[in-house]
């Protein structure tokens, strides 16, 4: 009797050890089962390819399968009210730009703010300028004389309402031109557009077009940034000049893009410090860099409070730009929201005092 006493105690040990029964503490620690990241664009734009090597890097460190689902629209809102109506319990990301729900309120899309969320930002590049690879506009001077002719000329953005979107049209208003722009689901599918000539030009960061950029299907007239972007074409080697040499005033719209996920800020504060501790792991890692190099991204690491004031410098420049392009939806100002100007935002007055801290 005593031995059958023994080896029925072996068994239960067992079974409780590889976490085979059912119930309260079967399911072993977190993430203990498989993660989605909700990608808020479409698939082979920077959000994605950002996402899907973050998610192969991530899922060996915590040791679990992320997959990787494209949900586009609405600015982002679609896969953003997705992913916060999941279980808050850090296994449902939503992959992004840092600004994507910045302007949600103001659009009147969904009742969410930064604030609501941690963000993990993981890279940046600058925004370029582009044509089709045969188009007749070789520069940026080009281009404009031709819009400047033409103020009904056709250019794609990212949808309506973007960060591209605004971005493009604050180039435009900035330069004194005009011009017809079209919407597409994300930057890439606006590029892709490009190629087809449904629209003249447009405007993304540099990492969303890079291999079209390679290939020679389109021609990256300028970028948004102090340094130039030497590509490597199929139809020969140039240099993207940087168009702030000839239109320093369009200074104010360099580094406005940072890729990577978040999540919410009621997420268990446990579950926060491990996924945080596995992004830190996993943008040091060689496979992280070498990805970046090869999209023409530069690797950053914004997490904890850097990542709030980041995102609270996005959402003021953002918000007060669509505000100002008449962009916002009827009757809504950033300042009834509590948004102030960026020459008016102090860290961490407004929204970034009382918020719940990041984990140490």
């Not at 409780?16 to 498989?34: I, Q």
């Amino acid at each position: 009797m005593k031995k059958q006493w023994l080896a029925l105690a072996l068994v239960l040990a067992l079974v409780s050890g590889c976490g085979g029964g059912a119930g309260a503490g079967a399911e072993k620690a977190w993430p203990g089962r498989g993660i989605t990241i909700d990608v808020a664009y479409t698939a082979g734009g920077t959000a994605d390819t950002a996402n899907r090597q973050l998610a192969a890097i991530m899922g060996e460190l915590l040791g679990t399968e992320i997959s990787v689902v494209n949900i586009t629209g609405g600015s982002g809102s679609i896969a953003g009210q997705q992913m916060y109506a999941a279980e808050h319990d850090g296994r449902t990301w939503l992959g992004d730009v840092a600004h994507t729900v910045s302007g949600w309120r103001c659009l009147k899309y969904a009742d969410l703010g930064w604030e609501d969320f941690y963000g993990f930002y993981a890279a940046t590049s600058p925004y370029v300028l582009f044509v089709a690879g045969d188009s007749p506009y070789q520069s940026c001077g080009e281009l404009f004389d031709a819009i400047k002719a033409d103020p009904r000329m056709r250019w794609g953005n990212a949808g309506l309402g973007s960060i591209n979107h605004l971005t493009g049209q604050l180039m435009l208003d900035t330069l004194g031109l005009s011009g017809s722009s079209v919407p597409y689901d994300g930057g890439r599918a606006a590029a892709v557009k490009v190629v087809a000539k449904e629209v003249a030009w447009s405007w993304c960061g540099a990492s969303d077009i890079l291999d079209l950029a390679q290939s020679g299907d389109i021609r990256i007239l300028g970028v948004c940034d102090a340094a130039p972007l030497p590509v490597e074409s199929a139809k020969g080697r140039y240099e993207a000049p940087s168009m702030l040499t000839d239109y320093p005033e369009l200074e104010s719209l360099q580094g406005l893009l940072y890729w990577g996920f978040r999540i919410p800020r009621d997420t268990p504060a446990q579950v926060v410090a491990e996924l945080r501790a596995a992004f830190e792991q996993a943008v040091e890692t060689d496979a992280w860099k070498e990805f970046c190099a090869s999209k023409s991204l530069t690797s950053v690491c914004a997490v904890g409070e850097a990542s709030d004031e980041m995102c609270a410098r996005l959402e003021s420049i953002y918000t007060w730009g669509l505000y100002d392009l008449g962009m916002t939806a009827e009757g809504v100002s950033p300042a009834d929201l509590g948004i102030p100007r960026v020459d008016e935002l102090t860290w961490p007055g407004g929204k970034g005092e009382g918020l719940t801290p990041w984990p140490q």
